[in-house]
Protein backbone atom coordinates (compact mmCIF):
# COMPACT_ATOMS: atom_id res chain seq x y z
CA UNK A 1 0.00 0.00 0.00
CA UNK A 2 1.41 2.95 -1.08
CA UNK A 3 1.35 6.95 0.41
CA UNK A 4 -0.82 7.58 -2.28
CA UNK A 5 -3.36 4.74 -1.84
CA UNK A 6 -3.61 5.61 1.64
CA UNK A 7 -4.50 9.35 0.83
CA UNK A 8 -6.75 8.06 -2.03
CA UNK A 9 -10.04 10.08 -1.93
CA UNK A 10 -12.77 9.10 0.50
CA UNK A 11 -16.66 10.51 0.02
CA UNK A 12 -18.25 12.43 3.72
CA UNK A 13 -20.81 9.81 2.81
CA UNK A 14 -18.49 6.51 3.10
CA UNK A 15 -16.86 8.16 5.69
CA UNK A 16 -19.83 8.68 7.99
CA UNK A 17 -20.75 4.95 7.51
CA UNK A 18 -17.31 4.08 9.26
CA UNK A 19 -17.06 6.23 11.96
CA UNK A 20 -18.51 3.47 14.45
CA UNK A 21 -15.68 0.82 13.02
CA UNK A 22 -13.07 3.60 13.21
CA UNK A 23 -13.68 4.47 17.08
CA UNK A 24 -14.04 1.00 17.55
CA UNK A 25 -10.63 -0.09 16.00
CA UNK A 26 -12.22 -2.23 13.77
CA UNK A 27 -10.82 -0.86 10.52
CA UNK A 28 -7.84 -2.43 8.70
CA UNK A 29 -4.77 -0.21 8.83
CA UNK A 30 -5.37 1.08 5.28
CA UNK A 31 -8.82 2.23 5.46
CA UNK A 32 -7.83 3.57 9.34
CA UNK A 33 -5.60 6.06 7.13
CA UNK A 34 -7.58 7.36 4.19
CA UNK A 35 -10.24 8.11 7.50
CA UNK A 36 -7.86 9.72 9.18
CA UNK A 37 -6.45 11.61 6.15
CA UNK A 38 -9.95 12.36 5.33
CA UNK A 39 -10.56 13.83 8.78
CA UNK A 40 -8.06 16.15 8.62
CA UNK A 41 -8.96 17.79 5.81
CA UNK A 42 -12.98 17.97 6.32
CA UNK A 43 -14.26 19.65 9.05
CA UNK A 44 -17.82 18.95 8.75
CA UNK A 45 -17.04 15.08 8.83
CA UNK A 46 -14.81 16.01 12.40
CA UNK A 47 -18.17 17.85 13.04
CA UNK A 48 -20.13 14.83 12.14
CA UNK A 49 -17.75 12.45 14.54
CA UNK A 50 -18.02 14.97 17.41
CA UNK A 51 -21.75 14.94 17.14
CA UNK A 52 -21.33 11.19 17.80
CA UNK A 53 -19.25 11.10 20.32
CA UNK A 54 -21.67 13.68 21.87
CA UNK A 55 -24.90 11.63 21.03
CA UNK A 56 -22.56 8.39 22.89
CA UNK A 57 -21.86 10.33 25.77
CA UNK A 58 -25.53 11.71 26.31
CA UNK A 59 -27.25 8.26 26.05
CA UNK A 60 -24.32 6.94 28.95
CA UNK A 61 -25.35 9.62 31.26
CA UNK A 62 -29.42 8.86 31.22
CA UNK A 63 -30.53 7.68 34.42
CA UNK A 64 -29.78 3.93 35.57
CA UNK A 65 -33.60 2.19 34.95
CA UNK A 66 -34.66 -0.58 37.46
CA UNK A 67 -37.64 -2.31 39.22
CA UNK A 68 -40.00 -0.65 40.66
CA UNK A 69 -39.60 -0.81 44.77
CA UNK A 70 -42.43 -3.28 45.56
CA UNK A 71 -40.71 -5.90 43.24
CA UNK A 72 -37.09 -5.03 44.66
CA UNK A 73 -39.23 -5.49 48.26
CA UNK A 74 -40.63 -8.91 46.88
CA UNK A 75 -36.97 -9.47 45.75
CA UNK A 76 -35.13 -8.98 48.82
CA UNK A 77 -37.97 -11.12 51.03
CA UNK A 78 -37.51 -13.69 48.75
CA UNK A 79 -33.47 -13.64 49.24
CA UNK A 80 -34.27 -13.57 53.23
CA UNK A 81 -36.50 -17.04 53.12
CA UNK A 82 -34.69 -18.97 50.75
CA UNK A 83 -31.20 -17.95 52.67
CA UNK A 84 -31.83 -17.67 56.33
CA UNK A 85 -28.40 -15.73 57.73
CA UNK A 86 -27.04 -18.21 60.23
CA UNK A 87 -28.27 -17.96 63.32
CA UNK A 88 -26.22 -15.36 65.83
CA UNK A 89 -24.72 -15.98 69.30
CA UNK B 1 -16.81 -13.09 31.97
CA UNK B 2 -13.42 -11.47 33.24
CA UNK B 3 -13.29 -9.91 36.70
CA UNK B 4 -12.40 -6.24 35.03
CA UNK B 5 -16.45 -6.82 34.08
CA UNK B 6 -17.93 -8.09 37.15
CA UNK B 7 -15.64 -5.68 38.85
CA UNK B 8 -16.76 -2.57 36.76
CA UNK B 9 -20.79 -3.81 36.92
CA UNK B 10 -20.56 -4.56 40.73
CA UNK B 11 -19.76 -1.23 41.32
CA UNK B 12 -23.42 -0.47 39.93
CA UNK B 13 -24.84 3.60 40.78
CA UNK B 14 -21.73 4.60 42.19
CA UNK B 15 -18.35 5.06 40.37
CA UNK B 16 -15.53 2.63 40.50
CA UNK B 17 -11.85 3.38 40.93
CA UNK B 18 -10.42 1.59 38.17
CA UNK B 19 -7.29 1.36 39.93
CA UNK B 20 -8.70 -0.49 42.93
CA UNK B 21 -7.32 -3.42 43.53
CA UNK B 22 -10.10 -6.55 43.01
CA UNK B 23 -10.30 -9.57 45.31
CA UNK B 24 -8.08 -12.71 44.05
CA UNK B 25 -12.10 -14.90 43.39
CA UNK B 26 -14.02 -12.00 43.64
CA UNK B 27 -17.09 -14.64 41.90
CA UNK B 28 -16.45 -17.31 44.98
CA UNK B 29 -16.65 -14.35 47.46
CA UNK B 30 -20.05 -13.53 46.00
CA UNK B 31 -21.25 -16.72 45.89
CA UNK B 32 -20.12 -17.44 49.16
CA UNK B 33 -21.64 -14.29 50.70
CA UNK B 34 -24.81 -15.26 49.11
CA UNK B 35 -25.34 -18.43 50.16
CA UNK B 36 -24.34 -17.38 53.50
CA UNK B 37 -27.79 -15.32 53.51
CA UNK B 38 -25.80 -12.06 53.45
CA UNK B 39 -28.82 -9.82 52.27
CA UNK B 40 -26.77 -7.06 51.83
CA UNK B 41 -24.68 -8.29 48.95
CA UNK B 42 -27.99 -9.66 47.07
CA UNK B 43 -29.19 -6.30 47.04
CA UNK B 44 -26.17 -4.57 45.59
CA UNK B 45 -25.91 -7.19 42.70
CA UNK B 46 -29.38 -6.68 41.98
CA UNK B 47 -28.53 -3.00 41.96
CA UNK B 48 -25.76 -3.07 40.17
CA UNK B 49 -27.26 -5.84 37.23
CA UNK B 50 -30.64 -4.92 37.09
CA UNK B 51 -30.64 -2.16 34.62
CA UNK B 52 -28.41 -3.85 32.24
CA UNK B 53 -30.77 -6.72 32.27
CA UNK B 54 -33.84 -4.70 31.68
CA UNK B 55 -32.30 -3.76 28.70
CA UNK B 56 -31.42 -7.06 27.73
CA UNK B 57 -35.11 -8.67 28.32
CA UNK B 58 -36.39 -5.60 26.52
CA UNK B 59 -34.59 -7.47 23.30
CA UNK B 60 -36.57 -10.16 23.63
CA UNK B 61 -40.13 -8.98 24.88
CA UNK B 62 -42.90 -6.43 23.66
CA UNK B 63 -43.03 -4.29 26.67
CA UNK B 64 -41.21 -2.46 29.52
CA UNK B 65 -43.61 -4.11 31.66
CA UNK B 66 -42.68 -7.95 30.65
CA UNK B 67 -39.05 -6.75 30.72
CA UNK B 68 -39.47 -6.39 34.33
CA UNK B 69 -41.70 -9.65 35.18
CA UNK B 70 -38.51 -11.68 33.51
CA UNK B 71 -36.17 -9.47 35.06
CA UNK B 72 -37.77 -10.68 38.19
CA UNK B 73 -38.22 -14.20 37.40
CA UNK B 74 -34.68 -14.50 36.57
CA UNK B 75 -33.77 -12.99 40.11
CA UNK B 76 -35.84 -15.28 41.60
CA UNK B 77 -34.36 -18.09 39.51
CA UNK B 78 -31.04 -17.20 40.89
CA UNK B 79 -32.17 -17.41 45.03
CA UNK B 80 -33.81 -20.34 44.79
CA UNK B 81 -30.68 -21.86 42.10
CA UNK B 82 -27.99 -20.37 44.31
CA UNK B 83 -27.74 -23.82 46.21
CA UNK B 84 -27.39 -25.65 43.43
CA UNK B 85 -24.90 -23.72 41.06
CA UNK B 86 -21.65 -25.15 40.16
CA UNK B 87 -19.32 -22.11 39.32
CA UNK B 88 -18.15 -23.13 35.99
CA UNK B 89 -19.28 -20.19 34.52
CA UNK B 90 -19.46 -16.81 37.00
CA UNK B 91 -22.52 -15.94 38.80
CA UNK B 92 -23.30 -13.20 36.22
CA UNK B 93 -22.64 -15.04 33.06
CA UNK B 94 -25.02 -17.62 34.43
CA UNK B 95 -27.50 -14.92 35.27
CA UNK B 96 -27.88 -13.59 31.84
CA UNK B 97 -28.04 -17.12 30.59
CA UNK B 98 -30.77 -17.44 32.44
CA UNK B 99 -32.43 -14.18 31.71
CA UNK B 100 -32.32 -15.05 27.82
CA UNK B 101 -34.03 -18.15 28.19
CA UNK B 102 -36.37 -16.96 30.00
CA UNK B 103 -36.84 -13.90 27.80
CA UNK B 104 -36.80 -15.55 24.71
CA UNK B 105 -39.60 -17.99 25.97
CA UNK B 106 -41.37 -14.67 26.97
CA UNK B 107 -40.93 -13.71 23.53
CA UNK B 108 -42.37 -16.77 21.77
CA UNK B 109 -45.23 -16.49 23.85
CA UNK B 110 -45.64 -12.89 22.84
CA UNK B 111 -45.14 -13.56 19.20
CA UNK B 112 -41.95 -11.20 19.53
CA UNK B 113 -39.00 -12.92 18.28
CA UNK B 114 -40.22 -12.85 14.49
CA UNK B 115 -40.78 -8.75 14.51
CA UNK B 116 -37.76 -8.64 16.48
CA UNK B 117 -35.80 -10.70 13.70
CA UNK B 118 -37.74 -8.41 10.89
CA UNK B 119 -36.76 -5.23 12.65
CA UNK B 120 -33.13 -6.43 12.49
CA UNK B 121 -32.15 -3.39 10.69
CA UNK B 122 -28.80 -4.77 9.75
CA UNK B 123 -30.32 -4.67 6.19
CA UNK B 124 -28.25 -2.09 3.52
CA UNK B 125 -29.60 1.49 3.05
CA UNK B 126 -27.32 4.87 4.45
CA UNK B 127 -27.65 6.12 8.04
CA UNK B 128 -27.07 9.75 6.46
CA UNK B 129 -29.97 11.17 4.01
CA UNK B 130 -28.15 10.87 0.56
CA UNK B 131 -29.49 14.32 -0.61
CA UNK B 132 -26.64 15.58 2.15
CA UNK B 133 -24.54 14.71 -0.08
CA UNK B 134 -23.86 15.91 -3.85
CA UNK B 135 -24.63 13.85 -6.55
CA UNK B 136 -22.54 11.34 -8.61
CA UNK B 137 -22.16 14.31 -11.65
CA UNK B 138 -20.43 16.46 -9.20
CA UNK B 139 -16.75 17.26 -9.06
CA UNK B 140 -17.20 16.51 -5.60
CA UNK B 141 -19.35 13.08 -5.38
CA UNK B 142 -20.47 12.01 -1.86
CA UNK B 143 -19.30 15.07 -0.54
CA UNK B 144 -21.65 17.10 2.32
CA UNK B 145 -23.69 19.76 0.18
CA UNK B 146 -22.38 23.54 1.72
CA UNK B 147 -26.31 23.84 3.56
CA UNK B 148 -26.63 20.52 4.66
CA UNK B 149 -23.48 19.51 6.37
CA UNK B 150 -23.24 19.15 9.79
CA UNK B 151 -23.00 22.39 12.09
CA UNK B 152 -21.77 22.17 15.39
CA UNK B 153 -24.89 22.40 17.98
CA UNK B 154 -22.65 24.53 21.07
CA UNK B 155 -21.90 24.43 24.14
CA UNK B 156 -25.48 23.64 25.27
CA UNK B 157 -25.21 19.91 23.56
CA UNK B 158 -23.09 18.71 26.36
CA UNK B 159 -25.91 19.35 28.80
CA UNK B 160 -28.52 16.67 29.92
CA UNK B 161 -31.39 18.87 30.37
CA UNK B 162 -34.91 17.34 31.37
CA UNK B 163 -35.78 17.95 27.75
CA UNK B 164 -32.62 16.06 26.31
CA UNK B 165 -33.22 13.28 28.80
CA UNK B 166 -37.14 12.81 27.04
CA UNK B 167 -35.92 13.38 23.85
CA UNK B 168 -33.66 10.21 23.76
CA UNK B 169 -35.91 8.15 25.33
CA UNK B 170 -38.21 8.67 22.68
CA UNK B 171 -35.45 8.87 20.24
CA UNK B 172 -34.40 5.02 21.33
CA UNK B 173 -37.62 3.85 21.59
CA UNK B 174 -38.38 4.65 17.50
CA UNK B 175 -34.80 2.63 16.84
CA UNK B 176 -35.69 -1.19 15.65
CA UNK B 177 -35.03 -3.90 18.97
CA UNK B 178 -32.00 -5.20 18.10
CA UNK B 179 -29.90 -1.65 17.45
CA UNK B 180 -31.41 -0.72 20.54
CA UNK B 181 -30.37 -3.09 22.47
CA UNK B 182 -26.71 -2.79 21.48
CA UNK B 183 -26.62 0.70 21.63
CA UNK B 184 -28.48 0.71 25.18
CA UNK B 185 -25.61 -1.95 26.45
CA UNK B 186 -22.53 -0.34 25.05
CA UNK B 187 -23.26 3.19 25.39
CA UNK B 188 -26.06 3.33 27.74
CA UNK B 189 -24.54 0.29 30.48
CA UNK B 190 -20.82 0.63 29.29
CA UNK B 191 -20.45 -3.27 28.57
CA UNK B 192 -18.07 -3.87 25.80
CA UNK B 193 -18.02 -5.33 22.65
CA UNK B 194 -17.21 -8.82 23.29
CA UNK B 195 -19.64 -9.18 25.79
CA UNK B 196 -22.98 -7.48 24.06
CA UNK B 197 -21.82 -10.43 21.41
CA UNK B 198 -21.95 -12.97 23.77
CA UNK B 199 -25.15 -12.05 25.25
CA UNK B 200 -27.22 -11.18 22.10
CA UNK B 201 -25.50 -14.53 20.50
CA UNK B 202 -24.37 -12.23 17.26
CA UNK B 203 -20.85 -11.70 15.58
CA UNK B 204 -18.75 -8.57 15.84
CA UNK B 205 -19.58 -7.39 12.46
CA UNK B 206 -23.17 -7.09 13.10
CA UNK B 207 -22.72 -5.80 16.17
CA UNK B 208 -21.04 -2.97 15.23
CA UNK B 209 -23.35 -2.27 11.92
CA UNK B 210 -26.28 -2.43 14.77
CA UNK B 211 -24.31 0.11 17.12
CA UNK B 212 -23.60 2.62 14.39
CA UNK B 213 -27.18 2.15 12.45
CA UNK B 214 -28.92 2.97 16.41
CA UNK B 215 -26.02 6.06 17.14
CA UNK B 216 -26.59 7.37 13.96
CA UNK B 217 -30.39 7.57 14.38
CA UNK B 218 -30.24 8.62 17.84
CA UNK B 219 -27.55 11.76 16.55
CA UNK B 220 -30.35 12.94 13.88
CA UNK B 221 -32.59 13.27 16.23
CA UNK B 222 -30.46 15.03 18.48
CA UNK B 223 -29.47 17.26 15.42
CA UNK B 224 -33.05 18.05 14.33
CA UNK B 225 -33.23 19.21 18.02
CA UNK B 226 -30.50 21.68 18.31
CA UNK B 227 -30.72 23.09 14.42
CA UNK B 228 -34.61 23.90 14.89
CA UNK B 229 -33.62 25.44 18.15
CA UNK B 230 -31.02 27.86 16.50
CA UNK B 231 -33.38 28.52 13.70
CA UNK B 232 -35.93 29.93 16.72
CA UNK B 233 -33.62 32.42 17.81
CA UNK B 234 -33.23 35.66 15.65
Known amino acids: ?????AHSHLPCQTVVELLTDYL???????TCARVEHHLSLCPPCV???????TTMELVGRLPADTLPPDALEELDAAFRGFHPPPAGP | MSVQVLDRLSGGEVSVDPTAVAPARPDEELVARLRAGDAEAFGQIVRAWTPVMLHVARAFVSSHASAEETVQETWLALVKGLDTFEGRSSL???????????ARRQGVRESRTVSVAALDGTGGGPTVDGRRFRGSEDQWAGGWRAEAAPRAWGPEASVLSGEI??????????????QRVVLELRDVAGLDAEEVCGILDMTPVNQRVLLHRARAKVRQQLEDY?????QEQP
Open chain 2, 165 to 178: RGLLATALEAVPAR
Open chain 1, 47 to 53: TYLDQLR
Open chain 1, 24 to 30: EGALDPA
Open chain 1, 1 to 5: MSTAD
Open chain 2, 226 to 230: YTGKN
Open chain 2, 92 to 102: RTWTFHVLANI
